[in-house]
């Protein structure tokens, strides 16, 4: 009896082993992805980002936010006519007329209506092409707005009264160009619509939106700011070392952007952004000119608009800003990579695309000569011109980059 038992258990024993090895034998194991490692394509920051000096932040519209730092600074900002085209015998012709028309006005105020006066009565709305630099439009009597503020500017100006042209949006209308005066205040003046409002009365021009300012606000030792793109922008760095350290503040008031419209000092490399900054630029980065030594961006991580990863700056999850002297650059993923994704980059060697990426299509990644390896997960599919223009040793590792 005990020999049957022992027979049985010892055959259930092996059914149940040989059931156990047919299972592990029928599961099919998956290949091993190909992994490289040592690309270093993230780089740790080596430096500190600016600190909130508890500048106020300009969260108004943008006329109020203008009225504030008009207010903030007063009229010893303009020392000129802004980026005026205008030559010493245009301005002295101008001058000599306008010395005469005011001749019988005493103020700052009787001059600047006389004046305002003759440009609405004298000067025709014209559309379609017109130089619209100030003494073409002085001798024709053409012009359209932006005419129209250039000449108050000048006229202005010979009578030692200051002004500043402002670029914006006339609501519903469009795109528009008026003046900011100070006579025993600020003023806005639209002569091309005959308005003229107290700066400080922002309900009674709404419908003007000033993006833009022709007249820089602040200065220091290392900085130049001024008002575009409705933010407080830096336009200039006029020092730096290896690291630029982006300000968080000036004079009180919170730095919101930094599009520089000058060249970066040559031994820029590296560039710090803070958590006070929401914009490198609209329509233009300055950056993307202005800056073709830097090779690392980094980002706060405190900052909510903007994101740094593998040498490229984010905002609303998609590439904003790829430093011009980056020579590899890893990528978040992406769902797909378009033409000209990445173009005229000239030192860029190498790229490395993430998992959850669908596509490159054709000339995503265009006239980068010197660009050699780039790494791509097996699941991405890669059009066949998806690389165009690289180095003619150049190849695609399929693989998983680990960092």
């Known amino acids: 009896m005990k020999k049957n038992l022992l027979l049985i258990s010892l055959s259930i024993s092996l059914s149940f082993g040989f059931m156990s090895c047919g299972g592990s034998e029928n599961i099919p194991t998956e290949p091993e992805k190909p992994q490289y490692e040592g690309i270093h394509a993230i780089v740790a920051p080596s430096a500190s980002f600016a600190a909130d000096d508890g500048s106020i932040a300009l969260n108004g519209n943008s006329a109020s936010n203008v009225a504030r730092l008009l207010s903030h ?8 006519m802004g980026e005026m085209q205008i030559t010493d015998a245009e301005y002295k012709e101008i001058k000599e007329f306008t010395d005469k028309l005011v ?5 700052p105020t009787e001059i600047y209506q006389t004046i305002f006066r003759w440009i609405t009565t004298n000067i025709q709305y014209q559309s379609g092409y017109i130089d619209n630099n100030p003494y073409p439009v002085f001798k024709t009597h ?3 707005c932006q005419g129209y503020a250039n000449l108050l500017n000048v006229m202005l100006h010979t ?4 002004a500043l042209n402002a670029n914006g949006m006339l609501v519903p209308v469009g795109g528009h160009a008026w003046n900011y005066v100070y006579l025993d205040d600020w003023y806005v003046s639209d002569p091309t619509n005959n308005g003229h409002f107290r700066m400080s ?3 009674t021009y709404t419908h003007l939106v000033p993006m833009i300012l022709d007249v820089d606000l602040f200065e220091d030792e290392q900085f130049v700011y001024h008002f575009s ?3 407080l922008n830096i336009r200039q760095v006029k020092k730096s070392g290896k690291q630029l350290i982006v300000p968080f503040g000036t004079n009180g008031f919170r730095v919101s952007a930094f599009n520089p419209s000058e060249p970066l000092p040559e031994g820029v490399e590296e560039i710090y952004i803070g958590q006070n900054i929401e914009s490198l630029g609209e329509n233009l980065l300055g950056l993307s000119i202005h800056a073709p030594n830097v090779k690392h961006a980094f980002v706060d991580s405190a900052n909510s608009k903007l994101k740094s990863y593998g040498q490229v700056v984010y905002r609303d999850s998609q590439p904003y800003y790829i430093p011009a002297a980056a020579t590899v650059i890893q990528f ?7 033409k000209n994704f990445l173009k005229d980059h000239a030192h860029v060697e190498t790229i490395v695309i993430q998992s959850g990426t669908k596509s490159l299509e054709a000339y995503a990644f265009e006239n980068c000569p010197r660009l050699q390896k780039a790494y791509i997960p097996e699941e991405t599919v890669v059009d066949a011109k998806a690389f165009y223009g690289v180095h003619p040793q150049f190849q695609i590792l399929r693989g998983i980059v680990k960092n």
């Open 73 to 80: 600074t007063g009229h010893s900002i303009i020392k000129g």
């Open 103 to 107: 001749s019988n006005n005493n103020t």
């Open 142 to 144: 053409q012009a359209i």
């Open 159 to 162: 009578q030692d009264i200051p």
């Open 201 to 203: 009365e922002l309900n």
């Open 229 to 231: 793109e409705e933010r």
């Open 332 to 338: 978040l993923p992406i769902h797909t990579f378009g």
